[in-house]
Each structure stands twice: as structure tokens, then as C-alpha cells.
């Protein structure tokens, strides 16, 4: 599960790095052909590149949010939970060891 999530953001990242690639060859290819300037190319790019980023962002929270939600679905514990847990583990071994350290009474035999 958690290989074939590697493999999907490893794809979009690498098809992100394709896309600015290729996004760039486009833009110089029209600022070469004079359709658009220099300055109209380098704004054009910064702006697909900031919606570019914007969508990665959502994607990583979607992604974070599946990721999360399949973890709660499977049982395994959040860091609140076992934060939790080792707090009551600290606690009962502190009882443990004050039970250890006390005088033991002695045991009356009836009989």
C-alpha cells in the first residue's frame, strides 16, 4: 500500500519537473517567434509556475489526508494515541516500582 503510494508522488513530481520543462520550451519558442516578449514569457511562466505549485500543495493534502484516513481505517494509532499510551506506561511503571520499594507487611498465618 504505502509502495504504491511512494509511486504515485513520485510520478507527479516527476511529471511536474516534465511539465516546467516543457512549459518552458513553449514560452521560448513564442517569445523566439516574436508572439510574445521576453517580459510576457518570464511573467507567463512565474504564474503557471505558482499555479503549478498551489495544485502540488492540494495534491499533497489530498495524499496526507487518504494517507491518514486509510491508517485510522487500519488501526494504527496517531501520535496523540500512543503519546497517550506511554504516558499510562510511565505511570504504571512509577506504581510498579513505589509498590516495589515499600516495606512488604508481613503475612499473618492463621491456623
Same mark, same amino acid.
Given at each position: 500500500?504505502?509502495?504504491?503510494?511512494?509511486?504515485?508522488?513520485?510520478f507527479?513530481?516527476?511529471a511536474?519537473?516534465?511539465?516546467? =520543462?516543457?512549459?518552458?520550451?513553449?514560452?521560448? =519558442?513564442?517569445v523566439?517567434?516574436?508572439e510574445?516578449?521576453?517580459?510576457?514569457?518570464r511573467?507567463?511562466?512565474?504564474?503557471?509556475?505558482?499555479?503549478?505549485?498551489?495544485?502540488r500543495?492540494k495534491?499533497?493534502?489530498?495524499?496526507?489526508?487518504?494517507?491518514?484516513?486509510?491508517?485510522?481505517e487500519?488501526?494504527?494509532? =496517531?501520535?496523540?494515541?500512543?503519546a497517550?499510551?506511554e504516558?499510562?506506561i510511565?505511570?504504571?511503571?512509577?506504581?510498579?516500582e513505589d509498590?516495589?520499594?515499600?516495606?512488604?507487611?508481613?503475612k499473618?498465618?492463621e491456623?
Amino acid at each position: 500500500m504505502f509502495e504504491t503510494l511512494r509511486k504515485i508522488l513520485l510520478f507527479g513530481l516527476g511529471a511536474a519537473a516534465v511539465s516546467a =520543462d516543457k512549459m518552458r520550451e513553449v514560452i521560448d =519558442d513564442l517569445v523566439k517567434r516574436g508572439e510574445i516578449t521576453a517580459e510576457e514569457g518570464r511573467k507567463m511562466f512565474e504564474e503557471m509556475m505558482a499555479r503549478s505549485e498551489e495544485e502540488r500543495r492540494k495534491m499533497n493534502e489530498r495524499v496526507r489526508t487518504q494517507i491518514r484516513d486509510m491508517l485510522k481505517e487500519i488501526g494504527v494509532a =496517531d501520535r496523540a494515541q500512543i503519546a497517550t499510551l506511554e504516558s499510562k506506561i510511565a505511570a504504571l511503571e512509577q506504581k510498579i516500582e513505589d509498590l516495589s520499594a515499600a516495606p512488604q507487611k508481613p503475612k499473618r498465618i492463621e491456623g
